[in-house]
């Protein structure tokens, strides 16, 4: 079983700044992956970035760094120079990478508000 | 390449009567995936195909959801005699085998 924990529900940014969300997970699975989406509030969940358990490095997207940390299993979101646009719900999720694993569990969720 | 489609994107209902979502993923992804929403709790799997074959169902399914793929393209998701219970966003989703897994904007439903 999969557990995807984010405790913080709801940050306030500063635009231009940078924010950094929580994400720690639980699993059984030797090999795994870990997910960061962004959800608007019109409600499309909308892919951000990619962190393989077997990745050397840490996942950059644009804007997007996962600071991955297996030993602590975590795996925590930094935005850098947020921007009004930013300002949504972000999950953390993972899945395993054998052929047969398919189900993505989700966290609760963070809601990120950029001020200008 | 366009994304993950789904329609309608907000239905209100009745209780009692019948609705039914539709999905169009991603051109040539084998792999589709329903799942819930409710209001400030992250996504529940709900059911999952790869190609036209159903290969699992959340014990969150009751009897009344029915979920099809007929060759293996789009997807409907039908409620039976709706609850208020239900009144829920539903996210259809869809892969290329295990790659990255691309959501829809999601249908939004209301069971007054």
Known sequence: ?116 | DTGVSQNPRHKITKRGQNVTFRCDPISEHNRLYWYRQTLGQGPEFLTYFQNEAQLEKSRLLSDRFSAERPKGSFSTLEIQRTEQGDSAMYLCASSREGNTIYFGEGSWLTVV
């Open chain 1, 1 to 116: 079983a999969q557990k995807i924990t984010q405790t913080q529900p709801g940050m306030f940014v500063q635009e231009k700044e940078a924010v950094t969300l929580d994400c720690t997970y639980d699993t059984s699975d030797p090999s795994y992956g870990l997910f960061w989406y962004k959800q608007p509030s019109s409600g499309e969940m909308i892919f951000l970035i990619y962190q393989g358990s077997y990745d050397q490095q840490n996942a950059t997207e644009g804007r997007y760094s996962l600071n991955f940390q297996k030993a602590r299993k975590s795996a925590n979101l930094v935005i850098s120079a947020s921007q009004l646009g930013d300002s949504a719900m972000y999950f953390c999720a993972m899945r395993g990478v054998a052929a047969n694993d398919y189900k993505l569990s989700f966290g609760a969720g963070t809601t990120v508000t950029v001020r200008a």
